[in-house]
Structure formats: C-alpha cells, structure tokens
C-alpha cells in the first residue's frame, strides 16, 4: 500500500471505513464462489480470509475483526460453509483482521512491517481456531489433533476427509462440483 493510501484510510471518517468495510465483506462472500466454480482452484484455495486481512490494514483493527468474524457466519447462512466448520473460521478470521490491523498501525514505518504484521495475523490466527476446534471437540466429545491445524486446508481436514465427505470444503472446492460433477482426488 502507499503511505497516502493508509493516511487516507487512518484519518477516514467512520462512514468512509464502514463503506470500505462493507465492500470487504462482499468481497468475503463472492471470492470463494467464484474459485469454487473452478474444482482445481477451488479445491486449494479459499479466499475468505483476504477480505479481512486487508480491512484491517485499511480501516483498522476494529473494522477488520467485525469483517473477518461476520464473513464465515454470513457465508454459513448460504450452506457454505457449514456452522460447525463456520464457527473455528469466524474466530480465526476476527484474530487476522484485528491483529493485521493492530501491528500495522503499532510497527515502525518500515518496509517490513506489512509482512511482520501479516505473518503475525495468519500465525496468531491458526492458533486461535486450534484453541477454538480444541473447545469445541471438547464440547462435542470428538477428538482432536494438535497437528491438525498445520496440516488442514481451509476447513482444518485432510484430502482423505473431504474425499470420504465431498461437501464439507468452507468454500464448496472440495473437489467435487457444486451440481453433482465429481473429480478424482488424491
């Protein structure tokens, strides 16, 4: 971003980032449907999460934990993704947009201070729907993984999983089309 982009979005009134922040919500809801449309895009990649981390850098940490905890429960209304995967996902989308925005307006002004705030989020993040999926499982009497949260896609299960359960995929790119086409996955 350049600095009078950021000037910008730092001394905005609260209708201009509550404006901006809408827009990153739609966003949050039309990227995923448009790589899931593609089975080999949509399979490995859910973009859900972008929205967030750039309304934090834009508007601030307020602004982009409401984006990144409402996006994943409004997207679950639609049936993508379910509430039991939405849930982990609305807290670990809150914990990039607050920390990405928090430590962009903390850090010195340097060059490298968008790349510390963002891998800070994203890390912060996995660890908060680990914390999260772990309460969960324990609410739920399943068992859950440590390793899980390094090794998951988007929706914290392996290709073997969605391959046993083709609709469980956050963002409906499981590997298997939204209209019945399935792929071979591996």
């Given at each position: ?79 993508m993704p379910p509430i039991w995967i939405a849930i982990p996902m609305a ?96």
């Amino acid at each position: 971003m350049n600095n009078a982009a950021t000037a910008t979005a730092r001394t905005a009134s609260p209708v201009r980032k509550l404006t901006y922040s809408a827009l990153f919500l739609a966003l949050a809801m039309v990227l995923p449907f448009l790589t899931g449309q593609i089975p080999e895009i949509g399979s490995m990649l859910c973009p859900m999460h972008i929205p967030a981390l750039l309304c934090g850098f834009m508007c601030g940490w307020p602004w982009g934990l409401a984006v990144g905890f409402i996006s994943p429960l409004l997207r679950s209304m639609s049936g993508m993704p379910p509430i039991w995967i939405a849930i982990p996902m609305a807290f670990e989308m809150a914990t990039y947009g607050a920390i990405a925005g928090l430590l962009y307006r903390k850090l010195p002004k340097t060059g490298w201070r968008i790349y510390a705030s963002l891998i800070s989020a994203m890390v912060a993040g996995r660890l908060v729907w680990g914390l999260v999926k772990f309460l969960l499982a324990g609410l739920q009497g399943t068992e859950f993984s440590l390793a899980l949260p390094l090794r998951r896609g988007d929706d914290g299960y392996s290709r073997h999983h969605l391959a046993a359960h083709p609709h469980s995929h956050p963002c409906g790119g499981n590997g298997a089309h939204k209209y019945g086409a399935r792929r071979v996955s591996t």
